[in-house]
């Protein structure tokens, strides 16, 4: 009943922020306001229904460390994506035409991918990937809530079966290995900012299949599509796909050493849903 009710109410949150931010879609300032309020709003959601549901400390969206997190999970983010797309222009994937027609773009895009981000961090790490960890431990639960992460993004409007498959291999792996290591929301949450903003607000280039934006940059996706990502976007990438297992198994072998990974609960013979449920 726990993770029906916390995943209820964090899908209605996403639901109404995701409403909210297009609603003001063309105004770059109102973007910027109200895509942080739709941030700020979802994160609320979250704290109070698992508050209210488990009876604790929220831990993973602790105050102390909101701060810390964000910053060098955004930080981490922008440096991962920009060396994932030096590596594809140097093989012939990408290339820089010039300054975008519209810059002013890329500060609405900060509320925009602040209220999307925040919506999938907590849906996919703070609700579905923490409940599974508890039945099958953290290996299992990494590799079923990254399955369907990638597979969510099936839906977008030049999705493909690859880059789906990607996205569950690089962005799945590393954003909730980065919570398995720090076991806070706040980091996956800077590093999928960081990742996404860079993308679409400063390299112009397609994100998950759903086109580009107005960016800084013009630019274009040129050559193997194996090495560019091709309408999907950088996210598939062989390179992109390196990378995310790269940073991956580091972030694994972080939570190794700091004692963070859960073994398999030895009594979860019953259903996963009658589990979940309890």
Known sequence: MRFLLQFVAVVAASFVAGL???????????QLAVGVGAAVLTMAVYYGVVRATEKR????????????GLIRGTLLGVSIFAAVIGVIAAGGGYRIIGIGDDPANAVGLIGFMAAAVTSEEVIFRGVLFRHLEKLTGTWPALAVSALV??????????ATLWGALC????GGGMLTSAY???RSLWLPIGLHFGWNYAQSAIFGS????NGAQQAVL?????GNALVSGGQFGPEASVFTVVAGVLVTAAFMWLAHRRGNLRPRRRNAEPALASKLDR
């Open 57 to 68: 400390e929220v831990t993973e969206l602790s105050g102390r460390a909101a701060a810390s």
């Open 20 to 30: 909210a931010v297009r609603s003001v879609d063309g105004n770059v300032w109102l």
């Open 180 to 182: 398995v290591a720090t």
């Open 206 to 209: 397609a994100v998950s299949g």
């Open 218 to 222: 013009d630019s274009e996706s040129t």
């Open 149 to 158: 992460f990638g597979g969510m993004h099936l839906l977008n409007k030049d």
């Open 167 to 170: 996205i569950a291999i690089s």
